[in-house]
């Protein structure tokens, strides 16, 4: 039969427990809140939309004034260093098809 734990070995125990716990409620808060402090709300696209334009709306690609529309747009993405140059160079791989 085992030794029976006395009531101070029993309250040590269970003051482990309860330190771990807080410790663990302390380091959640503050995650969350940090979470909460990074995320921002929708932003204004007014200056996308000047760097991109608004040319693609409605382009399918199938005459050649689509493909001017996606051309100006893919100058722009390349422009502003939205798309890398190694996929601004793949843009224009294809030629005239």
Do not use: F, N, Y
Not at 55 to 60: I, K, M, N, Q, T
Not at 70 to 94: F, P, Q, Y
Request: charged content about 25%; overall charge positive.
């Amino acid at each position: 039969m085992p030794p029976r734990r006395s009531a101070i070995q029993s309250k040590g125990r269970t003051m482990k427990q309860q330190r771990a716990l807080t410790r663990s409620a302390l380091t959640m808060t503050s995650v969350l809140l940090l979470a909460g402090c990074g995320t921002s709300g929708p932003a204004d696209v007014s200056g996308l939309r000047g760097i991109v334009g608004s040319e693609l709306a409605g382009a399918r690609g199938a005459t050649q004034a689509d493909q001017r529309k996606i051309d100006r747009t893919v100058v722009g993405l390349c422009a502003a260093s939205v798309w890398t140059r190694a996929e601004c160079a793949k843009h224009g791989e294809g030629g005239d098809d």
